[in-house]
């Protein structure tokens, strides 16, 4: 581990990996609004709901303070006991410490990037996307989580700061919270969302920042362009080129020359090929080997849609 | 809650599933209470929501389809939700439903069809590996605990919930989620500790 060797960076950026990437808020939401407009109906049967259980007051923190104090107590005596009993006390002592809740409060505390408002989703893969979206109800805009707050994650992401009461408060009233605080987006959803519009200056969700302070900004861009390449080779993979491609759309958009534009260009290279699209795709493979004829890539370029093309 | 009032829609469902509920099922249109409702909620929790189902094993994509098919039983289960404290609880164990389903659906896709091929994987190794040492320590710690206690320790540390809610969720008794939270919590930081002083094993 070079680079983020606490716990609690370590879960950062483990959360940071399983965030949704880019856009994927406002196409869920869109999909959603419409299926849900049209009534349709889920595939799963709902579970019930869970009942909450009662908690004395008091009760949140003392099994833990408990079996803490027990814990020292025992380790004590067991160095008393012990002709090296210098060395006891200081075991009990990480048990305070709970350093990976630590690492979702650090995350939390990230500040904030006021991102400049813009047009999120026309840059993407528009034309598709903008009347869906237009039909879709009242979601917020990107405008109205660009220049969010990072609040402390309401319910959805509140930080266990005191053993879970910032939990059990963020998710007593969810809906009322998010009124209030339409800003309130959880984690690098606002982030990720926002970031979409900030992120040709490499600015990427806080969380993802939180999580590798001190590596500079590079780091968390190519994490996020990473992100948003799996999610297109999954894509892929499932034989779904067109969201491959929009994508790859995304990340063309947020990061035109970034680290990984030349795998993007492959990738779109593949999508298109599968879309059927073999003349653009080989227009486009044409093109890359062209400027970049020394490339990495060049050989696997060389050999993509050639089963299917008269390919030079 | 708006009650949310609505007609079956007609028509099959797919992989065969019968529609969630024998009631009239909600539709939410554009513009109406419920919808702001739903927008509201997605707002909140779509990112937890989506994260749930990544860690219960869907991929992006199918986390997209996932994510829908939650909120489409919170659309129409919201007139009847007594809000208690324990939302996110619930959409979770709506999410552990819809994941598993998906799980079903994929294997009886992968009886029918051959997978295509893998696409290559991403270029730079070396880049993408040390991106993902991070979630490789914690996915390497997750895959050592049981289900159970991976999910108590997902739940607490990584999406910071409080016991109860997670008790709710897991349908575990208080007792054993401050148990388990206090267990893995020392056991992980000694993980990490041990990753950084001598890579991985």
Redesign the interface.
Known sequence: ???????Q???????A?????GT??Q???D???Q?????????????P?????V?PAG??WS??LL?GALCAVALVIAGAWSWRSQHAPAAPA??A?????A??VALEQAPAVPPPAAPHDSARSGAAQAPRAA??????TATEHAVAPRAP????????RA??????DG?????E???AA?N??????GGSFAGFDVAPNGRVPASVRG?NTGTGEA?PQ??EE?RL???A????????PK?ALSWLDEHATRFPHG??AE?REV?RI?ALCQTGQREAARAEAAHFLQRSPRS??AG?VRSLCVETSEAP | MGGLVMDLRPGGHPQGVRPASARPLSSVPPDSAASRELAELFRSHFEFVWRVLRRLGLSDHEAEDGVQEVFLVVADKLSEYEERGALRAWLFTIARQVASHARRADQRRLHRHQRLDAPPPLPDPQQLAEQNEAVAIVEAFLSELDEGQALVFFLSEVEAMSAPEIAAALGLTLTTVYGRQRLSRKRFEAFVRQRIAGGPR
């Open positions: 581990m070079k680079r983020s060797c606490e716990p960076s370590v879960l950062g950026q483990y959360r990996s399983l965030s949704p990437p994927t808020r196409r869920v939401w999909e959603l609004a299926r849900a407009a049209a009534g349709e109906p889920p595939n799963v049967a709902p579970p709901p869970p009942v909450m259980p908690v009760l949140a099994p833990g079996a990480p048990r410490r709970a350093l990976p809740v690492a979702v039909r879709g109800a009242s979601f917020p994650l309401g319910a959805s992401t509140a930080p266990v053993s879970g009461h910032a939990g059990r998710a007593a009233r969810p809906i919270r998010a009124a339409p309130a987006v959880p984690g690098s959803a999580a780091a190519l994490e990473l390449l799996r999610a080779y999954e894509a892929l993979r499932s034989d779904r969201r680290a990984l795998t990738a593949m990495p890539h696997r």
